[in-house]
Antibody, heavy 118, light 110 residues
Framework: QVQLVQSGAEVKKPGASVKVSCKAS????????INWVRQATGQGLEWMGW????????GYAQKFQGRVTMTRNTSISTAYMELSSLRSEDTAVYYC???????????WGQGTTVTVSS | SYVLTQPPSVSVAPGQTARITCGGN??????VHWYQQKPGQAPVLVVY???DRPSGIPERFSGSNSGNTATLTISRVEAGDEADYYC?????????????FGGGTKLTVL
């Protein structure tokens, strides 16, 4: 079955970077975009950006420009999201989601909790 | 920037119909997607492209979109439908296209 499996929880200090992975299975990895969405506790969904695994092209939300990098390794069907210069406000659950036409996100990873604390 | 407005909460009795709105400027010209999220779980797509349902989603879930309002309708509401619901569009009107989510609506089944 189609699924996205993310890496485990992370605890980071302010100013550090975090890299979250998202491994795809059950479909052709390069045929669909990967989006990254985060959600702080008790808050709504916040889109961070997308990546085309085939070309490597990316598009980032303006809020995260300069701090986020989305990459992939097609040989292992895995996408990555790296967020740098972490601050406490970045504490959230980070999701990857498969993207289709009109930016629909039809398959989601289980989420990765990132905690930023000194 | 494009804004999607949802009511914070909607309450409905079991067996009744719940309607969750999503307001946006000329949203009828965009494709709207809806997600259901239960506590501690990842979101699940329940309606896409205004009114289509992914496989496995009950027919009780339907959607419409016209003018400045999109609506998710849940018929014959069940206790298991209690969740947060989010609408989402792709805004390509600016030089920097991006995904927009509504603020979310908590559906309470009385």
């Amino acid at each position: 079955q189609v699924q996205l499996v993310q890496s485990g929880a992370e605890v980071k200090k302010p100013g550090a970077s975090v890299k979250v992975s998202c491994k795809a299975s059950g479909y052709t990895f390069t045929s669909y975009d990967i989006n990254w969405v985060r959600q702080a506790t008790g808050q709504g969904l916040e889109w961070m950006g997308w990546m085309n695994p085939n070309s490597g092209n990316t598009g980032y939300a303006q809020k995260f420009q300069g701090r986020v990098t989305m990459t992939r390794n097609t040989s292992i069907s895995t996408a990555y999201m790296e967020l740098s210069s972490l601050r406490s406000e970045d504490t959230a659950v980070y999701y990857c989601a498969r993207g289709g036409s009109s930016s629909v996100m039809d398959v989601w990873g289980q989420g990765t909790t990132v905690t930023v604390s000194s | 920037s494009y804004v999607l407005t949802q009511p914070p909460s909607v309450s409905v009795a079991p067996g009744q119909t719940a309607r969750i709105t999503c307001g946006g400027n000329n949203i009828g010209s965009k494709s709207v997607h809806w997600y259901q999220q239960k506590p501690g779980q990842a979101p699940v797509l329940v309606v896409y492209d205004d009114s289509d349902r992914p496989s496995g989603i009950p027919e009780r879930f339907s959607g419409s979109n016209s003018g400045n309002t999109a609506t998710l309708t849940i018929s014959r509401v069940e206790a298991g439908d209690e969740a947060d619901y989010y609408c989402q569009v792709w805004d390509s009107s600016s030089d920097h296209p991006y995904v927009v989510f509504g603020g979310g609506t908590k559906l309470t089944v009385l």
